[in-house]
């Protein structure tokens, strides 16, 4: 069974561009959700999808965040415009069940110049 | 506001010398306590999930147990392939898991 996927594992970017992140959860997991560690710091939640609709996004920082998920299949995570403070790790992750396991990508490092 | 924290940050063991990390975790209310290991470039792995006071749970020398207020993770006779981030996540019956900051281990051959 394939794991959480996410795309691209590295990215850098300049201050005011846009980048998208993509998630890909595990087979059959309607609950999806996107995380953050910057530097020096804890993992931190963003935001919880089940299915295609977002459950909880207490966690995003600022409306240059945008979560998106159609199909209730992948999702995808922009940053318009960076921000130097949006450096870091995003995982996603995802479970069958909410409250059950949750697994959890590689994540995408992103760097803003 | 719900906050978990780990102890020791980071800890340094000879193979073979067994300890234990800390989890403890101040929440609302606990639906479950998850450890993962992480290694450095990659996501968290899971490890083990405890659901009540008193529970233990075991894979090959790790053994995770859970009071009311702390989870421990032992680890016995530990190889240099042990080598890794601990992570304890705490589920408060939000929609997230609130992620202590790691204790990072390092076993020496």
């Known amino acids: 069974e394939a794991g959480v996927t996410q795309f691209p594992s590295h990215s850098v970017i300049e201050k005011g561009q846009t980048v998208t992140l993509r998630c890909d959860p595990i087979s059959g997991h309607d609950n999806l959700y996107w995380y953050r560690r910057v530097m020096g710091k804890e993992i931190k939640f963003l935001l919880h999808?089940?299915?295609?609709?977002?459950?909880?996004e207490s966690g995003m920082p600022n409306n240059r965040f945008l979560a998106e998920r159609t199909g209730g299949t992948y999702s995808t995570l922009k940053v318009q415009p960076a921000e130097l403070e949006d450096s870091g790790v995003y995982f996603c992750?995802?479970?069958?069940?909410?409250?059950?396991?949750?697994?959890f990508g590689p994540g995408t490092r992103l760097t803003v110049l | 506001e719900d906050q978990v924290t780990q102890s020791p940050e980071a800890l340094r063991l000879q193979e073979g010398e067994s300890s234990s990390l800390n989890c403890s975790y101040t929440v609302s209310g606990l639906r479950g306590l998850f450890w993962y290991r992480q290694d450095p470039g990659k996501g968290p792995e899971f490890l083990f999930t405890?659901?009540?006071a008193g529970e233990e749970k075991e894979k090959e020398r790790l053994k995770a147990t859970l009071t009311k207020k702390e989870s421990f993770l032992h680890i016995t006779a530990p190889k240099p392939e042990d080598s890794a981030t601990y992570l304890c996540a705490a589920d408060n019956y939000g929609q997230n898991f609130v992620f202590g900051p790691g204790t990072r281990l390092s076993v020496l051959p």
């Open positions: 405890l659901y009540s």
């Open positions: 999808f089940v299915k295609e609709s977002k459950q909880d």
């Open positions: 992750a995802s479970s069958q069940d909410q409250g059950g396991t949750q697994y």
